[in-house]
């Protein structure tokens, strides 16, 4: 059974930097399609950064390019989100998702397997 644990979310001050993780369990990372997502109040939820199965694709979007990056620990089965210089439009749940998909994308609908999400807010 594919599971996925998010934490690390939190209030911080725009400039700052956080580290999400999220704990994946039932499957192997480097067979999978994984990513981060988000989703604040009254938007769709939209792709922050991705990575296809092993790591061969990352997809990131313009919004957070050069900002955050996307790295996974196989051996803990652990997919981590580092995010700097934080703006209050990051602001959102942020949530890990996986797919055993052959294709990388940015599309929420492609994966099926979703943690709970974990709050983020931007804010001075």
């Known amino acids: 059974q594919v599971q996925l644990q998010e934490s690390g979310g939190g209030l911080v001050q725009p400039g700052d930097s956080l580290k999400l993780s999220c704990a994946a369990s039932?499957?192997?990372?480097?067979?999978?399609?994984i990513g981060w997502f988000r989703e604040a109040p009254g938007k769709e939820r939209e792709g922050v950064i991705v990575?296809?199965?092993?790591?061969?694709?990352?997809y990131c979007a313009d919004a957070v390019r050069g900002r955050f990056t996307i790295s996974t620990d196989n051996a803990k089965n652990t997919i981590y989100l580092e995010m700097n210089n934080l703006k209050p439009e990051d602001s959102a749940v942020y949530y890990c998702?996986?797919?055993?998909?052959?294709?990388?994308?940015?599309?929420?609908?492609?994966?099926?397997?979703w943690g709970q999400g974990t709050q983020v807010t931007v804010s001075s």
């Open positions: 990575i296809s199965r092993h790591g061969e694709i990352t």
């Open positions: 039932g499957f192997t990372l480097e067979d999978y399609t």
């Open positions: 998702a996986a797919d055993p998909l052959g294709i990388a994308t940015m599309n929420h609908l492609m994966y099926d397997h």
